[in-house]
């Protein structure tokens, strides 16, 4: 029986003369497991020698898994299932016994060698259990990739993906321009244009662009397929990954909600005395603040405009890193920072009064021809959260603020998502994230293909009871029911979890490489049961 | 040559070789210390039960994960000495500083992740670093975090009831040529009080501070600390740091509105120090050949953020300015993407 | 002797286990270590199990909250240990040999204090009466 045809290899690591583990001992130890066909000691594992010899005496014995007794497995992952591939083995098929972190380093001789022993008739008891999952190490991907929205960050997002060879269909939703390029924040210069290459990204062939939205999404990461609504006909895009770039409003606004006129605009109208306020807490910022944005704003209107005053308003100068110098600019060139200590009134229109309590002096009242929000308002994620089945966080954006998960990775395995609110929100912060989101889904696609499986989980048809548990807990969404109106893990989605398996009320499934009888008999080998 | 040199394995540097190793691109990473996670290896998680977000654990799982994979080839106690060669074919001279040997390695990009230095507060004397035992700073304060999760007055080792926190030194001040805000302070210094009233929620804790600049705006340290009670927000940078009644730290300040001056005697003092070019950056700008600013980071080519002066040589993470550790990590990436689209147009 | 499972979610938890042993802190040898994938894929039935097999105690190390790499396994994992420990005073074993704890990954001073502090309740309770000896 495939399970009775386990190997044992012991590392030579921590011998000599001040070693605390009798490695030959536990060599002994091992061979003498029920079921051990073979137990040997090899050259230092992570050296080319040990390795060879595990693959020569894999080869030569006909086990069809192994034991690494060794140090911490986790910095060693890749090479056991080189190791194992080489073999001609399954790449999982192997278990590690760390008995350097969780023995020799933290206990006293006598007891490090015992608890020595129970580790390795752990992991023994453990793949001798162990069954083949399905895993495929090269599922072909493909190398489109769809962007959605309609903004500056998913045209940044775009180019990043074109310039380094992925074709990408970006989707525009209703409302916005259909002109590409489809937004330009109107106040900021050219430099700033070019950091980002949007006019150049318009004219790509690999880039095609749709002006609709997104009805549905079928399909796995690496081959979603998107069906969208375009004039009445319904079409699907396939692709590898997407990439969510919901827009905020961004621009300086009035009060009104409407964007705020360029300096050319204000200069034709003579208006002369601008009040810029902070955005409060109404549109969600943690402070108020006057931001870059605003002051580039200022000193773009005090520079056109001969005779304007230009107040500033907010509790903090959010200035981070090189921005610093930006206050200092636009005092130099004239325009006026005041704190405030709390909210602002406004009455007006024609012209306005805004009253608020500085700090220093108290009441304080300024008269303005024109009165400005420097908001940055919230996306609207709903419809994006729901047909894309990405979670919203507390905050209303996009989940993905698992400090493990790479910056832009959400919970959907395959979807991206590009946030602005962070930093200063300028565009050097925005063609970082561009990047950076566009980074991971290269990392995901450029080679053509992913891996998939592994340690998923697995549901027994015949003990299903469809009660939807596994539906419910699932953070990735890997389970649905199928043909049969039975629970199915879907292994290109399962991040093997086990919560499922934890919580089925029917015992339906399980999980390869951590399965109930797998845990069990661990913990009996380390309570000293027999098998 | 399909491989990248990698100058530093901080937050940035691992990220770009782990980006860079799902793009099928080996890299070789030359790191001056015996091990691997630059400045981020020093720190401390600020979480007690609860995860605050202080990024730290993502650096740190980043060297495990790099040392598990064979693509990625970590050279400790290495420093770079010469480069020579073009770009697409680099040789670096790399010394080994325990032995003093030598080595040459080809690569065909180099990506400059050789991070910052926090400031050195023994330079700003007025706030009595070096002469006031309970006067630390926060990197310090870190340090004691990470290496046993409690923190004691380095006078007593008794845990402190009282803290200030002193933000902006050796940032926002032309005295050091430090004339810009060092991003990351007001976001570490909110965790690292997070941190302190979680282990110990009758520790009163005062900030002094001249903006609140959270890195992440949707936090709100106002919120928090109306909140909490024996939280207070100073809007003052104070003058100075004197040893007070009972051998303690006393903090002096002008009041917010203007109407005088102020004492605060406390148990301990922590400094908030900004991040600094590093001492060695010159000298590694000019061995790279590629240029510097005013303060003495690498210089980005314009319109490029992560690509320096010269071709085939990029740039990640503090080394270019400063940052927050989310920040070096998207750096990486994207410094590796440059790094892959130059391989490609090199072939 | 005493017997102490610790069972631990192979991100964070593990990283720290490995971890306090590179920084070569000490702990008792009693306690062994069953790596999970998440601290939600433990189940009532394991820590019942752990106990009947003479588990003395039982300790179900998570990821900090909020830090969870599964987004809610850690909290799931505290359902399972409440559940566990009704039981475990119900058959009057003592819900006090059972406990979850948060750790980071880079938390490591705090394994030693965790087997400390369940090796201390183990003291005070006994050994595990159904632990069967021989």
Sequence with gaps: MSGDQIGVFVCSWGSGKDAKLDMDGLRIFAGSIEGISLSKRVDRICSGSGQREMISAIKESGIDRFVAVACSGRTKTRLYRSIATSSGLHPLAFEVANVREQAAYVHDAPEAQRKAEILIKMAVEKIRLWTAPPFEEEMPVSGNVAVVGGGLMATSVARELIAQGMTVDLIVSGEASKDLPPYIFRNEGEKERSVLGMSEASRDQRLRSHHTNVLEVQGVPGDFGLIMDVDGEIVPARCGAIVLAPEPRMELSRLDGSPAPSAQDLSAQGLRRIVILPSGPSSGLGCSCMTPRGMLYALSLVNAIPGAEVYLLGREVRALGEMEGLQRSAQEKGVKFFRIDSEPLVEGPGPFTITWKDPLVGAMSLRADLVLFDAVLTPEVQAMSKVFDVPIDDKGELLCIDPRLRPGETVRKGVFAARYRVGNMLYEDMAIEAGSVAARVLEMLSLGTMEIGGAVAEVDQDKCSACLSCLRICPYSAPIIGQAGKAEVRMELCQGCGSCVALCPSRAIDIYCFSDSQLIAQSRAALGRGR | ?347 | MMRIIGFCCERGPEEAVDLAGERGMRYQADVIFIKVPCAGRVDVVHLLRAFREGADAVLVIGCLEDNCHHVYGNLEARKKVERAKQILDEVGLGSSRLELFHVASNQPFRIPRLVAEMASRVEKLGPNPLAVKG
């Design chain 2, 1 to 347: 040559m399909k491989r990248v040199a990698i100058i530093g394995s901080g937050a940035a540097g691992l990220s770009a070789a782990l980006s860079l190793e799902q793009r099928g691109v080996p890299s070789i990473i030359i790191e001056r210390e015996g091990q691997l996670g630059g400045l981020c290896g020093e720190l401390g998680c600020k979480g007690v039960e609860r995860c605050v977000r202080c990024d730290v654990c993502l650096a740190r799982n980043m060297v495990a994960q790099a040392r598990s994979l064979p693509a990625i080839e970590p050279l400790r106690k290495a420093e770079l000495r010469s480069v020579s060669g073009q770009p697409g074919d680099f040789r670096l001279t790399i010394r080994e500083t325990d032995q003093g040997g030598r080595r040459v390695i080809r690569a065909g990009a180099i990506i400059c992740a050789s991070g910052g230095e926090p400031f050195d507060a023994h330079l700003d004397k007025r706030l009595g670093y070096g002469e006031l035992e309970d006067v630390i700073t926060s990197l310090d304060l870190e340090r004691q975090l990470s290496a046993t999760g409690k923190i004691t007055l380095p006078s007593n080792s008794l845990p402190p009831k009282k803290v200030a926190f002193i933000l902006c030194v050796g940032s926002r001040d032309e005295r050091f040529n430090a004339g810009y805000c060092s991003k990351a302070c007001c976001k570490y210094s909110f965790k690292l009080a997070q941190a302190l009233r979680s282990i110990d929620p009758g520790c009163s804790v005062t900030f002094f501070f001249m903006d609140w600049r959270l890195y992440d705006p949707r936090e709100n340290v106002r919120a928090w600390s109306s909140g909490e009670g024996g939280v207070r927000l100073v809007r003052s940078r104070p003058a100075e740091v004197l040893l007070g009644e009972g051998s303690r730290p006393e903090v002096r300040f002008a009041l917010e509105d203007d109407t005088g001056i102020e004492s605060e005697t406390v148990d301990m003092v922590v400094l908030s120090v900004g991040i600094n070019a590093s001492r060695g950056s010159a000298e590694l700008a000019r061995t790279l050949q590629i240029e510097t600013d005013a303060h003495g980071f690498m210089r980005s080519s314009e319109g490029a953020p992560c690509s320096s002066t010269r071709p085939g040589v990029f740039l990640a993470g503090t080394c270019r300015g400063p940052k927050e550790i989310v920040e070096c990590v998207k750096d990486g990436a994207v410094a590796a993407s440059r790094a892959v689209e130059f391989l490609e147009g090199m072939r």
